[in-house]
């Protein structure tokens, strides 16, 4: 494996085999991407080049949502159309144009070859995953076992919930009541129960590192969990006469475990431990009386307080006491069993089927046959957005692309998007394939960002070394482009910094005061912009040319849509409106 990425030259990237592509914001992905298609359809970069020119319908490019493809779709379309141009007028302004038209001998032949490639373009081999494998699946019937029409389900959400719903009817209705309460107290229902596991009911099944035993019944847990309970209950009632002789003999530390605390948690546990036992809670106090919580209570060469009682508790504290796993394993499998039966009965798919079903028919005795007819109709793939692909996707690249001669898997993404679980994104597959694949690049220069960013944030994140949590999701630093050397923020005629860490005065507060806080700070910074921005006094520029700041030019990113709504009311009170661009609570 080299952990080194070459900084990447578009028109010199050799076009065979595996390679992968870092892509930071704002350097220049969709300019890569256009350079990397028009090479491949003219057979551009010499001893880099692809064996032989493709055509549209050969150049296959994956991405992961309906937009993007429509956007990568109408960006090659465009590609195509002005390079065709620039060969029959053979000049331009347009840097990349200018580099390939240095390469392209025939201009009239190159710009026919691109007339065609244009008019082909609706039938252009640009697709989302799923539109990938669906058409995978029908132009190699035999081959992937499809031999009979089904009906794509785009949404199955409803299919989920009536799976989810047959389960707690079928498990936690027959409950006697006692269990059913612990039940409820973690779920108050089937739709609580599904948005815990929604999620994992989509896609390749999770795989359950120690799952419950099958022959565990909910009784059984239940039973088990108020017997251990019960036992450490006994077990205080016994010894609590003995606990403040014992603990006032040995060396605790009476500035960390005061003798009033000490009386008020035993007087809290004798009163739990003389209850009967109708629930797994257990008193926040009993912590204190653990042996691992009385060790670190004791003074430096002192004698620490032993006890059967403490080492109980500590085993006690040191497993779960819950059913939640037990519930999680049995639905996660019941559900998807049922969700797949109702749609073999309706002679429906899903999308995530599809992936399902190519995957299989890839690892088949005919996977073979099935993958070369695939190589064959797409010699070179390019993933988009790769960051956002999962262990089935990217087995289902990789068994068809891998190292195949003539052929070219290109992978494109930006790792640090990686870490982002909720947009899909898998941070271990993404490490996976930069383990797998040797040849690594990267774009080098932000064309988007003003110098003063660009060095801000290559400083923040420089400070660690792994600033993404993990050591195979580097940082790398890049340089701003020279076109915006020029490109500052300006109030009053003063370059402002390009990035403010914002702290609370005082020693400690809670989250939500803090929270509020940092709303009315950002709220009224936003509203001095804005102010400025109308008298002239805030000017964003550029060399010669300058522009007061608008409303438009301003975003915040939050945590949460909390988060969100503090900001939005403090920026209400000011008289500022504002929109939320999320539909979710967590981003």
């Given at each position: 494996m080299n952990d080194v990425a070459e900084t990447l030259d578009p028109l010199r990237l050799p076009l065979t085999g595996e390679r992968l592509i870092e892509a930071s914001a704002g350097t220049g992905k969709t300019f890569t991407i256009a350079s990397l298609d028009l090479r491949i359809l003219l057979g551009l970069g010499g001893s880099a080049a692809f064996p032989r020119p493709l055509t549209v319908e050969e150049l296959l490019v994956v991405t992961f949502t309906e937009a993007a493809t429509e956007e990568l779709r109408g960006r090659i379309r465009s590609n195509i159309h002005e390079l065709r141009i620039a060969c029959l007028r053979e000049s331009t302004d347009n840097p990349l144009y200018a580099r390939l038209l240095e390469e392209i001998s025939d201009k009239k032949q190159a710009a026919q070859w691109l007339l065609l490639a244009e008019r082909q373009m609706d039938e252009a081999a640009v697709f989302t995953i799923h539109g990938f494998?669906?058409?995978?699946?029908?132009?190699?019937?035999?081959?992937s076992g499809m031999l009979f029409e089904q009906q794509l389900i785009e949404d199955e959400s409803l299919l989920r919930y009536q799976a989810c719903a047959d389960f707690w009817r079928r498990h936690c209705y027959p409950l006697p009541r006692d269990i059913a309460q612990v039940v409820f107290d973690v779920w108050k229902g089937p739709k609580a129960l599904l948005k815990d596991i929604d999620r994992y009911l989509q896609g390749e099944a999770p795989v359950i590192k120690a799952p419950p035993s099958q022959e565990e019944t909910l009784a059984?847990?239940?039973?088990?969990?108020?017997?251990?309970?019960?036992q450490v209950k006994q077990q205080w009632c016994e010894a609590v006469s003995e606990l403040d002789a014992l603990i006032e003999s040995s060396g605790i530390d009476r500035r960390k475990f005061n003798r009033g605390n000490q009386a008020k948690w035993i007087e809290k546990i004798t009163a739990w431990a003389q209850e009967e036992t109708k629930?797994?809670?257990?008193?926040?106090?009993?912590?204190k009386f653990s042996q691992r919580f009385l060790a670190e209570r004791t003074?430096?060469?002192?004698?620490t307080p032993?006890?059967?009682?403490?080492?109980?508790?500590?085993?006690?504290?040191?497993?779960?006491?819950?059913?939640?796993?037990?519930?999680?394993?049995?639905?996660?499998?019941?559900?998807?069993?049922?969700?797949?039966?109702?749609?073999?009965?309706?002679?429906?798919?899903?999308?995530?089927?599809?992936l399902s079903r190519l995957d299989t028919a890839l690892r088949s005795e005919s996977g073979e046959a099935l993958a070369t007819a695939i190589r064959t109709r797409f010699p070179v793939a390019m993933i988009d957005e790769f960051q956002d692909t999962d262990p089935q996707q990217y087995r289902i690249f990789r068994r068809i692309w891998r190292h195949q001669p003539d052929t070219a898997l290109l992978l494109i993404g930006d790792p640090k998007q990686a870490i982002y679980a909720f947009r899909g994104a898998d941070i271990f597959t993404y490490m996976k394939a930069?383990?797998?694949?040797?040849?690594?690049?990267?774009?080098?220069?932000?064309?988007r960002s003003a110098p003063g960013m660009v060095n801000s944030v290559n400083k923040l994140f420089s400070q660690m070394n792994d600033a993404f949590m993990f050591r195979d999701i580097p940082f790398s630093p890049v340089k701003f482009a020279p076109r915006n050397q020029s490109l500052q923020f300006k109030v009053?005629?003063?370059?402002?910094?390009?990035?403010?860490?914002?702290?609370?005065?005082?020693?400690?507060?809670?989250?939500?005061?803090?929270?509020?806080?940092?709303?009315?700070?950002?709220?009224?910074q936003i509203r001095d912009w804005l102010r400025a921005g109308q008298t002239g006094a805030a000017l964003l520029t550029n060399g010669d040319s300058s522009r007061?700041?608008?409303?438009?030019?301003?975003?915040?990113?939050?945590?949460?849509?909390?988060?969100?709504?503090?900001?939005?009311?403090?920026?209400?009170?000011?008289?500022?409106?504002?929109?939320?661009?999320?539909?979710?609570?967590?981003?």
């Open positions: 494998c669906q058409r995978m699946l029908s132009l190699n019937a035999f081959e059984s847990r239940h039973e088990q969990i108020l017997a251990r309970i019960n629930n797994y809670q257990l008193p926040e106090a009993l912590g003074k430096a060469g002192g004698v032993q006890h059967p009682l403490f080492v109980a508790i500590d085993n006690l504290l040191g497993e779960p006491l819950s059913i939640k796993d037990l519930v999680l394993t049995r639905a996660l499998s019941e559900i998807r069993e049922t969700v797949a039966q109702e749609k073999r009965r309706r002679g429906e798919l899903g999308f995530d089927d599809m930069r383990s797998e694949v040797s040849a690594h690049y990267t774009l080098d220069t932000n064309w009053n005629d003063a370059p402002q910094p390009a990035m403010t860490l914002w702290l609370m005065e005082g020693e400690s507060c809670g989250s939500g005061d803090y929270q509020s806080y940092m709303a009315q700070v950002c709220a009224t007061p700041v608008r409303a438009s030019d301003i975003s915040g990113l939050v945590r949460s849509r909390r988060e969100a709504a503090l900001i939005r009311d403090a920026l209400a009170l000011l008289a500022i409106p504002s929109v939320y661009l999320s539909n979710r609570d967590s981003v």
